[in-house]
């Protein structure tokens, strides 16, 4: 059986840059496979047949008798911090505040989300219309700054896994044109982001894993195992 998780991933996709913050916050330890999407492991399509990052592999349910999976980011996230939170991401003290940052990334990812991909189309395929879609993301921009004019996290004063679930989008949307984020007028979003970008914890999530299926090793993710070793399995 099984012990440790697996966490199938993909370096820059922000779904699975989001599950591995919310691993390496709870200080939960997986195999971690690096994969690329046009040659995914068949252990991976077997596990999850839509084809598509973060995949979290758990232990056998012996009663079950199969593996449990967990096939979406914010998923991998709440189990990882249901299981450790020393940050207390999940804001427990409040019971009413988990069902509210559900609810708001859920709302971000419905609306920002196509909106930061027509941004991003257009920036890429030199389109005439990259203003008008840049415009609709500050729409929702400008609600997280105003967010963070109000407190130091995006919640309150206290990181959160709100926090941890948009950052990586974030990230996009600020290299899609760099000069114009640079210059453009959300300075509290570019210092909640820096803080992110800056940190030793971002470094170790962003760090690069040489492909699974080049060689099948275990590699090892997460704070428990800081010298990340590797064997032949």
Known sequence: ?????????????????????????????????????????????????????????LEKNIAANKDMILEESLEVMLWALSQNDPDNLLHTD????????????????????PAFNAYSCAKRYHEDNLGECREACEVHIQNLEARLTEHRYLLSDKESLLDIALVPFIRKFARIERQWYLQSPYPKLRQWLDSYLQSAMFSKVMEKHELWLENRKDIYFGPQNKSNRSTQS
Request: include cysteine; aromatic fraction near 6%; charge should be positive.
């Open 94 to 113: 409040d019971q009413s505040q988990l069902p509210t940052m559900v609810t708001l990334i859920s709302e971000f990812e419905r609306d920002f989300i």
């Open 1 to 57: 059986m099984q012990n440790t998780p697996i966490l199938y991933s993909l370096q820059n996709c922000p779904y699975a840059m989001r599950a591995r913050i919310a691993l390496f916050k709870s200080q939960q330890q997986v195999l971690i496979r690096a994969v690329k999407l046009n040659n995914k492991p068949e252990e991976m399509l077997a596990a999850s047949p839509k084809g598509s990052v973060p995949v979290l592999v």
